[in-house]
Nanobody, 117 residues
Framework: QVQLVESGGGLVQAGGSLRLSCAAS????????MGWYRQAPGKQQRELVA????????IYADSVKGRFTISKDNAKNTVNLQMISLKPEDTAVYYCNADPVEGADYWGKGTLVTVSS
């Protein structure tokens, strides 16, 4: 089992910055990669924002490329999402995700990011 706890959400004005963190605990050696997803108000599906695997390669949604940066701190078992130049359309609940070598993904409870115009 893996537990994920997000932090760092909040209210920010358009153009501002926020940094999200996700702390992983438990069977962390089973984790193949970690990422951030978001679910915007009124939308049923979560969309991938950014992902980083255990070897380091990253992928980003086109909508956040150049503005968001995902990184990991192996010593602290955390994955971070630095967000700059935030836009109102970035408003969403952001979820931390961990995909294990086998079995179902793990999810955090989410942290709300609100970007005002």
């Amino acid at each position: 089992q893996v537990q994920l706890v997000e932090s760092g959400g909040g209210l920010v004005q358009a153009g501002g910055s926020l940094r999200l963190s996700c702390a992983a605990s438990g069977d962390i050696f089973s984790i193949n990669g970690m990422g951030w997803y978001r679910q915007a108000p009124g939308k049923q599906q979560r969309e991938l924002v950014a992902h980083i695997n255990s070897q380091g390669p990253t992928i980003y949604a086109d909508s956040v490329k150049g503005r968001f940066t995902i990184s990991k701190d192996n010593a602290k078992n955390t994955v971070n999402l630095q967000m700059i130049s935030l836009k109102p359309e970035d408003t969403a609940v952001y979820y931390c995700n961990a995909d294990p070598v086998e079995g179902a993904d793990y999810w955090g409870k989410g942290t709300l990011v609100t970007v005002s115009s």
